[in-house]
């Protein structure tokens, strides 16, 4: 009995004098009560501890303990990076706090800068078609018609939506459905697209969705419950768009100019690997105002190799025009070279033959991944229709961004086609689906597959 | 790190060194020879043993031994704690202070009797 109780007393003490000596406390309490009997030793005893604990518990309340770790210092082995611990203490309560939010903050703004900023950036900015003929790649440029991190406009700051309320969500569908009526190259379709956002809107179907990206989704499927085409988009910000651009975005810009000057038009690497084969890093397809003499230089390096690799493994597009500069070079003749953004003109061939190039019956291989997006999709797609490359990688982003932004509000925007251009191949392209490749491999083993079928292909030649 | 000090050495603590001059002791046993040497003035109860035993580990005055079987009591096994030459330099030191302390005393003849 006297015994529990002092066990239960030994729990006012602190923690790391409990770890260390709570065992040998209770034994010494046992043996003494085992050989002090009697009313007046065990009276005496009781009052030893009283005063035990009024000069030990405020004692060892105030002690540190020492490093328990201190006889490992010296135990240092060279060439190897060691750990000491120089305090085993407990953190103050104070410390931990402060630690804890200041994690927290840094969390928030890492989650806040890579999704919050970039993530939306990069779905912005490669849907941001107000140049209809032009891909914007995400990261490679800073043109000013994309909504770029680096230039917000702060006016729109203070206009992040939260909660959409009613009168909001009726002026999005409405300026949804003049713009589609507006600009939808089939206007049967856009009519019956109209009638059923209105429809859905009049039976109060978005008044229980106040979450702006779950109501972006459900105006997305009923546009798609009347017509399936999946190059038109309803899209959710989270970053406030600018303003619609005016014609004098169109232009290139100084800073993409330099930009692409500094990055060498993004092509990362241009060089003759063994065998005579050809290699191309392309991480984008730069407008060819800027860059057009780079791409015709990178194409006469690699022109008297036996094969080409075009590895767009970290392309997410570009210009249009500057992809079909490339596959030119492919061709002895002129081919139809589709891109789903427009009208089949007379500029939907190639310009082959390109005088001079030796490379029009030579194999090639486009390396892609799951990020190679939009214009290298195209590049991708066009060759392997006209099965005119293998592709070998992972099957890619499926980002085909052929609509012509119609901004909405500041946070909403609407991509239409207003053109239907004439696929050749097939009814579908890689809108949404991506382009299979041709063997399927890891994006990061495409190189060495590629290389070894490009070496098979002509030696046997 | 803060560790105890142990100038000037309490009390307690010096008991434990002079304890264990001679025997290595574990605690219960160190109580006891301070019990005994001090006349049972001075009965350390387990917080004040405990927490005086591990500053004086801490200093490197004395040191733990490993666990031995508890030769009185069966199959418990006890921790013993033996004196280190640091301890005994210092206990030295803390008794000619003392001896220091009581000729001062004896000149000043505040004791009385003869057993002093």
């Known amino acids: 009995m006297s015994e529990k109780l002092y066990a239960w007393l030994l729990r006012l003490y602190p923690a790391h004098f ?136 702060a006016s729109h700051a203070t206009t992040r939506p939260g909660a959409l309320d009613s ?160 596959g030119a070079y492919l061709f002895d003749h002129p081919e139809y070279w589709y891109n789903p953004r427009e009208n089949t003109t007379e500029q939907s061939w190639t310009r082959s033959p390109v005088p001079g190039s030796e490379l029009a019956d030579k194999p090639v291989f486009v390396l892609t991944s799951a990020r190679t997006a939009s214009g290298a999709e195209q590049f991708s797609y066009d060759l392997k229709m006209l099965k005119r490359a293998t592709l070998v990688g992972e099957t890619t982003a499926g980002a085909a961004h052929s609509g012509t932004f119609h901004r909405l509000d500041d946070h909403f925007g609407i991509g239409i086609p207003e053109v239907k251009a004439i696929n050749p191949y097939s009814s579908d392209d890689w809108a949404e689906v991506g382009v299979e490749p041709d063997v399927k491999v890891s994006a990061p083993s495409a190189l060495d597959v590629a290389l070894k079928l490009a070496r098979a292909r002509t030696t046997k030649k | 790190m803060p560790k105890r000090t142990l100038d000037p050495l309490p009390s307690a603590a010096f008991q434990i060194l002079l304890a264990l001059v001679g025997e290595d002791l574990h605690g219960y046993a160190i109580m006891r020879q301070v019990a005994e040497q001090t006349g049972n003035r001075i009965r350390l109860g387990p917080g004040t043993l405990y927490s005086s035993i591990r500053s004086l580990l801490e200093n490197g005055l004395i040191e733990e031994l490993d666990s031995q079987e508890d030769t009185g009591s069966g199959d418990e096994r006890r921790r013993y704690y033996r004196l280190s030459s640091a301890g005994r330099k210092l206990a030295r030191a803390e008794a000619q202070r003392l001896a220091e302390v009581l000729r001062v005393a004896r000149a000043k003849k505040i004791l009385r009797g003869r057993y002093v």
């Open chain 1, 167 to 326: 009168p909001q969500r009726k002026r999005i569908v409405d300026s949804a459905i003049a713009n589609l009526k507006e600009h939808y190259f089939d206007r049967d379709a856009a009519q019956k697209m109209a009638d059923a956002l209105a429809m859905h809107e009049k039976r109060g179907d978005y008044d229980t969705v106040a979450d702006p990206a779950a109501f972006a989704a459900l105006v997305t499927q009923h546009i798609r419950e009347v017509s399936p085409d999946r190059h038109l988009s309803f899209d959710y910000f989270q970053e406030p768009l600018p303003p619609q651009p005016t014609e004098q975005a169109a232009q290139v810009s100084p800073q993409y100019r330099e930009a692409m000057k500094q990055q060498n038009c993004t092509f990362e690497k241009v060089e003759l690997l063994s065998h005579n084969i050809g290699y191309l890093k392309l991480n984008s397809f730069p407008d060819p105002e800027v860059c057009r003499v780079a791409a015709m230089a990178a194409m006469t390096y690699v022109n008297h190799a036996d094969a080409v690799i075009f590895d767009l493994r970290d392309n997410r597009g570009g210009s249009p025009e500057m992809v079909q500069l490339f």
């Open chain 1, 18 to 153: 409990r770890e260390d000596y709570g065992e040998e406390a209770l034994r010494l309490f046992r043996d003494r009560a085992r050989d002090e009997r009697g009313f007046f030793p065990r009276f005496r005893l009781w009052l030893d501890l009283f005063f035990d604990f009024t000069i030990s518990l405020p004692r060892e309340y105030f002690h540190v303990p020492a490093p328990r770790v201190a006889p490992l210092v010296p135990r240092r082995v060279y060439g190897f990076p060691t750990l000491f611990v120089l305090e085993d203490a407990s953190p103050r309560p104070s410390a931990l706090a402060i630690g804890g939010l200041l994690s927290l903050f840094t969390l928030t703004t890492c989650w806040a800068s890579l999704y919050g900023v970039h993530g939306r950036e990069i779905a912005s900015a490669s849907r941001f078609a107000g140049v209809p003929n032009d891909y914007q790649s995400s990261h490679s440029e800073p043109r000013s018609t994309a909504p770029s991190a680096a230039a917000p406009d």
